[in-house]
């Protein structure tokens, strides 16, 4: 199991980048508390509220550490494919936060009924903000785990764990919205931001795929030193 450990060093890049992502968005969230940008739009208002959808949102953290995981044990260039598009992703989040303060009205004064989905939504509400939304971090996530499912190795003969990825990200994009945590703006950025890196990771013709780069970059003449010469 160590020897195991030490060969998926690269695992320690989660880790690492947590240290940097943590911080920042706790900073935020201290911050940000009557945010200057209000994200809104007419449509939010014809979303019914529906507590149920809590447990999609809930599991959302479940789905994307499972995949994560899975994916660092069995398919590593599916794993450095898809931490690095999280990091790309959630990075920009953080700027676009720290640059465009903003949250949301969204959220219900009070519930019409209490149950333990309504409990679980109030004690969501507590300890996380209805700031620093956009794009959706839940959304864009789910995309990407979704994405490394459909292209990976391991499920090329296995459709039924394909559209059970592709039902869970749904039900996780759709709570985002039912709950009010978030507008369907930050939902369409959140799409709009994962289109523009899915070519980049999963279109070899994209002029910027990743792998080109990556043999462009390894390929490239080494400038020698004065001390390599003499």
Avoid at 58 to 86: H, N, P, R
Avoid at 207 to 212: I, L, S, T
Wanted: glycine letters at 4%; a positive charge.
């Amino acid at each position: 199991m160590f020897e195991q450990l030490k060969k998926r060093k690269y695992g320690l890049i989660i880790p690492i980048y947590a240290m940097i992502y943590i911080p920042w968005f706790y900073y935020l969230e201290r911050t940000v508390q009557n945010p200057t940008h209000i994200i809104h739009l007419a449509i939010d208002d014809y979303i019914p509220f529906i507590d149920v959808f809590i447990i999609p949102y809930m599991l959302w953290f479940g789905y994307i550490s499972a995949t994560v995981l899975w994916l660092l044990w069995k398919d590593k260039k599916e794993y450095l494919q898809l931490i690095t598009f999280l990091i790309i992703g959630m990075t920009l989040f953080l700027v676009f936060s720290t640059l465009y303060p903003n949250g949301h009205q969204l959220r219900p004064a009070s519930f019409d009924h209490n149950n333990i989905f309504t409990a679980m939504i109030a004690r969501l509400y507590q300890t996380d903000s209805p700031n620093n939304i956009l794009p959706s971090i839940h959304v864009y996530n789910s995309l990407g785990a979704w994405f490394a499912i459909q292209n990976s190795r391991l499920t090329r003969e296995r459709p039924r764990l394909r559209m059970a990825s592709l039902v869970m990200t749904s039900l996780i994009i759709l709570s985002t919205m039912f709950i009010k945590q978030h507008s369907v703006l930050d939902v369409v950025l959140a799409f709009g931001l994962a289109g523009i890196l899915y070519p980049v990771f999963y279109m070899p013709g994209c002029p910027v795929y990743y792998e080109k780069l990556l043999l462009s970059w390894r390929q490239a003449p080494r400038v020698k030193t004065s001390e390599s010469r003499e």
